[in-house]
């Protein structure tokens, strides 16, 4: 049965309409808000907003310096772009150089980063960690990018079913392997897609603790007055280790 309601959406601040099929609100991407001034906004982008603000007030992100992998043009990646001074868009173009700016985004290798260290306050990406091959090499590059204290915010599907993450795509010497069916996800950079090369268990943030050392909270959010339900609501928010005096 089809299910309606009001809730104050975390990006804009404001109470809007939200429909969904079901009362649990399970399709991930359908919970879409009537009238959004950002466009449109899926769940994981309220819940993403939700964690940033809850972690800097929303007023002072103006001066903050912020690097986003791969943002689409909606939700929580418009709003930053159009509020903060400081905010870098990445994006993954292989056959260009990296560093140079493409299409507005700066061509970036998230695994082997051109940014300085201790630049950003805040790097966030929202469903992009499955399409890497080593996603705790770009973790390390993106600690390093961060400055003390600072954050790195994502969103990543993870199933419920999973005790342990399993990786699903490899690019070896000979080429790419894929165990399984292939999987597809939408790409704001590339119509054809990205392909899925981890699929992700309730063990991943142990496994990030390990590899790479940051202090980890995840937050699976269930909050119908925030728009807020659903499956794979989880936010990963890893803050990188201040210098000590």
């Given at each position: 049965?089809?299910?309606?309601?009001?809730?104050?959406?975390?990006?804009?601040?404001?109470i809007?309409?939200?429909?969904?099929?079901?009362?649990?609100?399970?399709?991930?991407?359908?919970?879409?808000?009537?009238?959004c001034?950002?466009?449109?906004c899926?769940?994981?982008?309220?819940?993403?907003?939700?964690?940033?603000?809850?972690?800097?007030?929303?007023?002072?992100?103006?001066?903050?310096?912020?690097?986003?992998?791969?943002?689409?043009p909606?939700g929580?990646?418009?709003?930053?772009r159009?509020?903060?001074?400081?905010?870098?868009?990445?994006?993954?173009?292989?056959?260009i150089?990296?560093?140079?700016?493409?299409?507005g985004?700066?061509?970036?290798?998230?695994?082997?980063?051109?940014?300085?260290?201790?630049?950003?306050?805040?790097?966030i990406?929202?469903?992009?960690?499955e399409?890497?091959?080593?996603p705790?090499?770009?973790?390390?590059?993106?600690q390093?990018?961060l400055r003390?204290g600072?954050?790195?915010?994502?969103?990543?599907p993870?199933?419920?079913e999973?005790t342990?993450?399993?990786?699903?795509?490899?690019?070896?010497?000979?080429g790419?392997?894929?165990?399984?069916?292939?999987?597809y996800?939408?790409?704001?950079?590339?119509?054809?897609?990205?392909?899925?090369?981890?699929r992700?268990?309730?063990?991943?943030?142990?496994?990030i603790?390990?590899?790479?050392?940051?202090?980890?909270?995840?937050?699976?959010g269930?909050s119908?007055v925030?728009a807020i339900?659903?499956?794979?609501?989880e936010?990963?928010?890893?803050?990188k280790?201040?210098?000590?005096?």
């Open positions: 049965m089809a299910i309606a309601l009001e809730a104050r959406c975390p990006i804009c601040n404001l809007r309409g939200f429909s969904a099929s079901d009362d649990y609100w399970s399709c991930r991407d359908e919970l879409q808000p009537t009238g001034p950002y466009d449109t899926l769940t994981r982008h309220r819940a993403l907003a939700k964690a940033l603000f809850s972690l800097h007030p929303r007023e002072q992100f103006a001066d903050l310096r912020i690097h986003e992998s791969s943002p689409a909606i929580i990646s418009l709003w930053l159009q509020n903060c001074k400081f905010y870098i868009m990445s994006g993954y173009f292989p056959q150089p990296f560093g140079e700016i493409v299409h985004l700066r061509n970036e290798n998230l695994e082997h980063q051109t940014f300085d260290d201790n630049v950003f306050d805040f790097v990406h929202l469903d992009v960690m399409h890497l091959f080593d705790f090499q770009a973790l390390r590059e993106i390093r990018t003390p600072g954050y790195c915010v994502f969103t990543a993870t199933y419920p999973r342990q993450s399993e990786q699903v795509g490899f690019l070896e010497a000979d790419l392997r894929i165990v399984g069916t292939p999987e996800h939408g790409n704001p950079q590339d119509p054809e897609g990205s392909l899925v090369t981890w992700y268990g309730y063990d991943l943030p142990y496994l603790a390990k590899a790479v050392g940051f202090d980890i909270e995840v937050r699976r269930y119908p925030d339900m659903g499956p794979m609501t936010v990963y928010i890893l803050k280790h201040c210098v000590e005096t």
